[in-house]
């Protein structure tokens, strides 16, 4: 038996031709289901295109058995029922002849097809999981809304170092430990966070409390006795002071020159722009938070123990405290930034030393002084 695999034949080629019927029964109508359609080699079914084939009487792919004339030329099972010759070469047909080598073809070029499918499906859910995932700690999200807010808070961004003079750069949850090594910088105990209750009156009818916390801490640094007679004297006090919510902030007190500059900075990364954003997965070093303010604080020079004594003769300049407010920014941008912008508390040592508490001349003293910030 001789097998024969056809292509595709115009339609003008079977205009004409009768349906073989003994009886002269009406010919079968014939309506082509995409005149578009171009003839392609038979190496095409492996080719993991789709089935290029079709029978020549409805146009339709073959899908299932495929019959045949003495001379090779195919029908698909629901037109070759309803013929006795065949409409290519007219031969009235012997039996109901198969062409399972092509069936056979077919059928596994439709399983490459859809496991062709598959691949591309799962390609394409990796491609959609990775634009969800961040690209600094792998971690997935459900969309990219909640990946962007992520990046704004990820520790694995890449920072840095605020001191000057240092070259330092690294993800932002190894800083601290830099700063702790390199720079001496001090952890403080966790403190706690006091909670204030302000009253809006906007609407009369009900009043509403909107609740602000307030970060206090009382910080102390210990000078030298020889520290005025020390012209080239420099002397850096950091620290980390934590709270109960989870809350840092750095305090950089610093004596040189005869001045004394005290800043405080908000242990948090700086928001990302939408062009930033973008750039997330090409770069991990992005913005120092310049022009970001995350609140604002003030700082207060007192003397331990002195507050009913002021309540009492607040017109005494010298037991008033010297209090210096200030925006609070980002522990990432570099800690000279308040002084080129004229942001920064610096006091002369003439001024500050009327809040120390020194025993005598020969002793070293200390200066106290207060900070308490509110976050916008």
């Avoid at 109901?96 to 069936?103: A, D, S, T």
């Avoid at 932002?172 to 006091?194: L, M, N």
């Avoid at 204030?196 to 640094?221: E, G, L, M, P, T």
């Avoid at 120092?288 to 007192?302: K, P, T, V």
């Amino acid at each position: 038996l001789q097998v024969v695999v056809m292509s595709k034949r115009s339609r003008t080629d079977f205009e004409g031709l009768s349906s073989g019927k003994a009886d002269g029964s009406r010919q079968i109508k014939r309506v082509r289901k995409d005149e578009n359609k171009k003839s392609v080699m038979t190496s095409s079914i492996t080719s993991g295109g789709g089935s290029e084939f079709e029978c020549p009487v409805c146009y339709e792919d073959f899908n299932g058995a495929i019959y045949q004339c003495q001379e090779g030329h195919l029908l698909c099972d629901k037109c070759r029922p309803n013929l006795d010759n065949c409409p290519s070469c007219r031969i009235p047909f012997d039996g109901m002849i198969r062409n399972r080598i092509l069936e056979q073809i077919l059928c596994q070029n439709n399983k490459n097809i859809k496991n062709n499918k598959k691949c591309v499906e799962s390609a394409q859910n990796e491609i959609s999981k990775r634009k969800k995932s961040c690209c600094l700690c792998s971690q997935s999200f459900k969309s990219l809304n909640a990946l962007n807010s992520h990046y704004d808070i990820c520790e694995n961004r890449i920072v840095q170092c605020p001191f000057n003079d240092c070259s330092w750069n690294d993800s932002f949850r190894k800083w601290s430990k830099h700063a702790k090594d390199e720079h001496h910088t001090c952890i403080g105990s966790i403190q706690s966070v006091s909670i204030i209750n302000n009253r809006n009156n906007k609407n009369k009818n009900k009043k509403k409390k909107r609740i602000r916390k307030q970060y206090v801490f009382n910080h102390a640094i210990k000078f030298p006795k020889d520290t005025f007679s020390r012209g080239s004297a420099d002397f850096v006090w950091p620290k980390i002071v934590r709270y109960d919510d989870e809350t840092e902030f750095f305090v950089l007190s610093r004596y040189n020159a005869g001045f004394i500059t005290v800043l405080v900075r908000l242990m948090k990364l700086p928001k990302l722009t939408e062009n930033e954003l973008k750039k997330m997965n090409k770069t991990l070093k992005i913005n120092n938070g310049e022009g970001q303010i995350w609140g604002n604080y003030w700082i207060e020079f007192r003397i331990k123990g002195d507050g009913d004594k002021i309540l009492k003769d607040a017109n005494d300049l010298n037991l008033v405290p010297l209090r210096w407010p200030s925006n609070l920014y980002g522990v990432t941008l570099p800690f000279n930034y308040e002084k080129k912008h004229h942001e920064s508390l610096k006091v002369h040592h003439k001024i500050f030393t009327r809040y120390w508490m020194q025993e005598n001349v020969e002793s070293s003293a200390i200066l106290r002084f207060q900070f308490a910030a509110h976050l916008s």
